[in-house]
Nanobody, 116 residues
Framework: QVQLVESGGGLVQPGGSLRLSCEASGFTFSNYAVSWYRQAPGKERELVARITSLGSSTNYIDSVKGRFTISRDNAKNTAYLQMNSLKPEDTAVYYC?????????WGQGTQVTVSS
């Protein structure tokens, strides 16, 4: 059974940090690139960051560059999103997606709320 399970979300004050995890099972994780998306209330889902299958290349949207870091550990079938210097506008449900030549897989999402 294919699964992607996100964890690590929560409530954090502005300027704080969180690390999200995306654990995969049921498919060959190391064959897939991984992206993190987020969706804020009333807004469309947007791509935040992505990493290639072996972790050799990463990309970020401008609003998170220098604050977020995407990484992966293929031995643990897990991808991560380290989020530092969080801002209220980072509040959203964060989703991971594994994608490649075949079907794509999505996790169920984890809520991140940045508020004082």
């Amino acid at each position: 059974q294919v699964q992607l399970v996100e964890s690590g979300g929560g409530l954090v004050q502005p300027g704080g940090s969180l690390r999200l995890s995306c654990e995969a099972s049921g498919f060959t994780f190391s064959n897939y690139a991984v992206s993190w998306y987020r969706q804020a209330p009333g807004k469309e889902r947007e791509l935040v960051a992505r990493i290639t299958s072996l972790g050799s290349s990463t990309n970020y949207i401008d609003s998170v560059k220098g604050r977020f870091t995407i990484s992966r550990d293929n031995a643990k079938n897990t991808a991560y999103l380290q989020m530092n210097s969080l801002k209220p506008e980072d509040t959203a449900v964060y989703y991971c997606k594994a994608w490649g030549w075949g079907p794509s897989y999505w996790g169920q999402g984890t809520q991140v709320t940045v508020s004082s």
